[in-house]
């Protein structure tokens, strides 16, 4: 689906404070002067940063994206934030099952159901993460656990705006990237499933993140199946960040 625009999407995790996040959003703008963009950025900073930051992405063209959220809709929930609380500091999107979600909170499918479900009924756009482990993938099961992971957490899905970001969990933050050809066939994989899934299955981007860098992504992003790149370390620094947008 080369004809969805390519977003580049950066999660800076639980990393930097809103000094540090505001000179990035600067060396980015300053960046960004006299370049044509074609592809949409988005911005994942920690909960503490967003309201501080959604002037400065807003002024450069930058989406909000949330690094999780709650799927109850408010109440006695201690340290959780709801979908309405982040759309009311000017959220666009939310990250939910994180490959760390899954596996160091231990978020179960059932509940990424539910988050995804929240986030789209509350009128914010999901990046639903799938992805196999090595394990999983040396075992030849990364196409079927894929299928379930896409399968139980987009049941019932409600809207029509969604965007899949691919991760196999060996490639977030170990410097092994898949290749291109591993990215290609697992997105063509998650496209079939969408189009059967959704009429408007065709409509939806999907993204690649694992140890995406300068280095790797104009090769990712010549993928006519690769509709953007979920970035992580590399998104902490503007510089890199940029190349990756400009790649
Ligand atoms: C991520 O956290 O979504 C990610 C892809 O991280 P990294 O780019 O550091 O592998």
């Keep these: 689906m080369s004809e969805l625009p390519q977003i580049i999407a950066g999660n800076w995790k639980m990393n930097m404070t809103l000094t540090q996040g505001r000179k990035f959003i600067d060396t980015l703008a300053s960046g960004l002067v006299g370049k044509k963009l074609a592809r949409k950025l988005l911005l994942a900073p920690n909960f503490t940063l967003l309201s501080g930051l959604v002037q400065g992405c807003a002024d450069i063209g930058i989406g909000l994206l949330a690094q999780n959220c709650a799927f109850q809709d408010a109440g006695a929930f201690t340290g959780e934030t709801s979908v309405a609380m982040l759309k009311d500091v000017g959220v666009g999107y939310v990250l939910v099952g994180h490959s ?3 596996q160091l909170f231990g978020e179960s499918d059932d509940l990424l159901r539910r988050k995804a479900q929240a986030v789209s009924g509350g009128g914010l756009v999901p990046i639903f993460c799938v992805g196999e482990t090595l394990d999983q ?17 987009l049941d019932g899905f409600p809207g029509e705006k969604l965007i899949i970001a691919y991760e196999p969990v060996w490639a977030i933050g170990t410097g092994q990237t898949a290749t291109a050809e591993d990215a290609r066939s697992m997105h063509v994989h998650i496209r079939k499933f969408l189009e059967v899934q959704f009429p408007w299955g065709e409509m939806v981007p999907i993204l690649y993140g694992g140890s995406a860098k300068p280095e790797n992504a104009t090769e990712l992003l010549a993928q006519p199946e690769v509709n ?11 510089e890199s960040f940029l190349q990756i947008a400009l790649a």
């Design 100 to 102: 760390e979600r899954r």
């Design 228 to 238: 953007g790149l979920l970035v992580g370390g590399a998104s902490l620094d503007p």
């Design 137 to 153: 993938r040396q075992g030849g099961e990364a196409f079927e656990i894929v299928t379930k992971q896409l399968r139980s957490g």
